[in-house]
C-alpha cells in the first residue's frame, strides 16, 4: 500500500497570532470541538464524528535517556496529567536526536530519534507538537532556526512525515530550547488507510508514535527534555484552528 503524507502546518508566530513565550500544552484548555463527517445530515446523527482538543504531556519510562533502548520500544509515553516535579526533585527524561543512523541504517531509525507512543481517543485530524530541546549547533551567532524530521504513525502505518522543515526555536530558559509544528488533515489520511483495512476507524481511537530528529549528522543534533515542570513537552491533539495559524 502506498503511504500518504498529510498537509504539514508549521507554526509561525506571524500566522497565529499565539505569542510564543504562552505554553500551548495547557491544562487550563477549554474543550474545543470540531464536527467532522454527519454536518450534511442533520437528521441522523449516527455518522456525527467529532474531534476534540485534548492536552498531552510526554513522560518518562524509566530510563532517563529514552533512545538508548528504542529497539525495543522503551519510547516516552503520554497522558493528560501535567509533570509535576522540577529537574532539581529528580524528574526528567531525554533523548539523543541526530540523522547518523538514518543516513547509515535506514530512515526513521529509532536509536538517534525522539519518540513518543501512546493512545489518542476519539477521533483524529490534527496534533500540535511542543518540543525542549539543548540544540548542540551554536547558537551564539543568532541563529534560531532548528532543521528537523518528523514523522506520525497511526495504528502502526506512517499516515504523515515532514521532511527537512525549518522551524523557529525560542528561548526557554537557560539553553533550553522550545519549537513547534503540527499535523494537519489527519482524518482523510486515515479513513483512507481505514478503506484497506489497516487502520482502526476514524472515530474510534488510535494508537500513535512521534518521531522527531535533527536532519544534520552534527549541525542538527540535539538532546530532547521532557517530563519537568521546566520543559513539560507534549501535544495538543486536535488544537482549534487559532493554534494552527488559521481562522478556519
Known sequence: MRTRAAAIAVIALAASGLAFSDPVVSPDADEHCVQLRGADTTDDATDDIQACRTDVWFHDVGTKVDNLDNAQGTFATWDTTPPDTSVTGGAGAGALGTSLLHQTEGPWDERES??????????????????????????????????????????????????????????????????????????????????FGAVGPLGGGHDVKLTVHGTGIASDAAVWVYDTTEVPAGMVVNPPADLLGSDG
Open 114 to 195: 525522539f519518540v513518543a507512543a501512546g493512545r489518542v481517543d476519539g477521533a483524529l485530524d490534527s496534533v500540535l507538537v511542543e518540543l525542549y530541546l539543548f540544540p548542540l549547533q551554536d547558537t551564539a551567532d543568532g541563529n534560531m532556526a532548528y532543521n528537523l524530521d518528523a514523522q506520525l504513525e497511526v495504528d502502526g502505518h506512517q499516515v504523515a512525515t515532514l521532511g527537512g522543515a525549518v522551524v523557529e526555536m525560542e528561548v526557554a530558559g537557560d539553553a533550553v530550547r522550545r519549537i513547534r509544528f503540527a499535523f494537519t488533515g489527519l482524518a482523510d489520511t486515515i479513513e483512507e488507510f481505514h478503506d
